[in-house]
């Protein structure tokens, strides 16, 4: 079997922000599932995994840009899974700690220009007829049906009803899934996706194209920071406090304006007393490592 025999624990949120609320916040530790092919990426990358292996291929082709979390749990799970593993990344050449952990994962990377990296499929194309191993296309970020069955498994793994949950949207697939997984048990639970991009309403027509029902999903649009990757003061020293509150690390791309969102929406007295709400920690931490000089700035020289 072609997965980790691991389902990522429920923790409860306790801060003192909640104090005077009666609403408990729970978080599904996703990011615990494995450090490099992590949360969503893993979720999403299980049943196109399976159905590459089915299809005889041992060869992943995948496309990113130079900080993608998507890029370095491909090349993991390659390597774990027994594939090699080429990607197309978005840009000119450079260096950083995510690609280097892809290439030590044994993954090939191909720098292209912005307008070469648009044609994913001729890019492919003429990879895979350049090589005879047999490969197998994975679009950017794992967008794929196959990749919304994986996040619907989130919602088997919980052992009690909740009345929201939230996570983090880029190309809406997680959200897709999680949908999915509610409208399969039939439960009442509400769905909530915190846009990362700037004006990402365009994502209901996105997520629309994934499943047919999304009546159980609503989509805040106004926590994105001034669009992907970016942020400001406020992010940062929110997500300063966060970790050093809970011992548990969140980042500036995703999580950090999913927890932004859900203690806002908390302090404006959106949820109703004794609900239940469940954030997913969709991992991605290793951004980090492209941040830290943001998030921790420099220490000063002591005279
Ligand atoms: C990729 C990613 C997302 C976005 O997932 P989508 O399915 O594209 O919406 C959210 N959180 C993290 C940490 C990610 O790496």
């Keep these: 079997m072609l997965a980790f025999d691991f389902h990522s624990p429920v923790e409860k949120l306790q801060l003192p922000a909640f104090e005077g609320k009666n609403v408990h916040v729970y978080v599904k530790r996703d990011d615990m599932i494995h450090p490099f092919i992590s949360g969503n990426k893993w979720?999403?990358?299980?049943?196109?995994?399976?159905?590459?292996?089915?299809?005889?291929?041992?060869?992943?082709?995948?496309f990113g840009g130079a900080w993608s979390n998507h890029l370095i749990a491909t090349a993991c799970a390659g390597a774990r899974f027994g594939f090699s593993t080429s990607a197309f990344v978005r840009g000119e050449a450079v260096s950083n700690p995510v690609l280097s952990l892809c290439r030590l994962f044994g993954m090939e990377l191909m720098f292209v220009s912005r307008d070469a990296y648009k044609s994913k499929t001729a890019l492919y194309h003429t990879f895979s007829t350049a090589h005879a191993e047999k490969t197998y296309f994975i679009d950017e970020g794992g967008r794929d049906e196959k990749a919304t069955w994986g996040c619907a498994e989130v919602i088997d793994e919980l052992d009690q009803p909740y009345d929201h949950i939230?996570?983090?949207?880029?190309?809406?697939?997680?959200?897709?899934?999680?949908?999915?997984?509610?409208?399969?048990?039939?439960?009442?639970?509400?769905?909530?996706?915190?846009?990362?991009?700037?004006?990402g309403g365009f994502l209901y027509g996105d997520i629309a194209k994934l499943i047919s029902d999304?009546?159980?999903?609503?989509?805040?649009?106004?926590?994105?920071?001034?669009?992907?990757?970016?942020?400001?003061?406020?992010?940062?020293?929110?997500?300063?406090?966060?970790?050093a509150?809970?011992?548990?690390?969140?980042?500036?791309?995703?999580?950090?304006?999913?927890?932004?969102?859900?203690?806002?929406?908390?302090a404006k007295n959106h949820f109703r007393e004794g609900d239940k709400v469940l954030v997913i920690h969709t991992g991605g931490l290793?951004?980090?490592l492209g941040m830290h000089d943001q998030l921790t700035p420099p220490i000063t020289p002591q005279p």
């Design 43 to 62: 979720r999403k990358l299980k049943y196109i995994l399976q159905h590459a292996r089915g299809t005889g291929s041992n060869h992943l082709v995948t």
């Design 166 to 199: 939230f996570c983090a949207c880029g190309t809406g697939t997680t959200l897709a899934g999680l949908s999915l997984g509610v409208q399969k048990k039939q439960l009442a639970t509400k769905l909530h996706g915190i846009s990362v991009l700037k004006n």
């Design 214 to 243: 999304t009546s159980n999903i609503t989509l805040h649009t106004d926590y994105d920071f001034g669009g992907y990757a970016k942020s400001d003061d406020v992010l940062l020293s929110f997500i300063r406090k966060f970790c």
């Design 245 to 266: 509150q809970t011992g548990m690390l969140i980042e500036p791309v995703y999580t950090g304006k999913l927890f932004y969102a859900v203690m806002d929406l908390l």
């Design 286 to 288: 290793t951004g980090i």
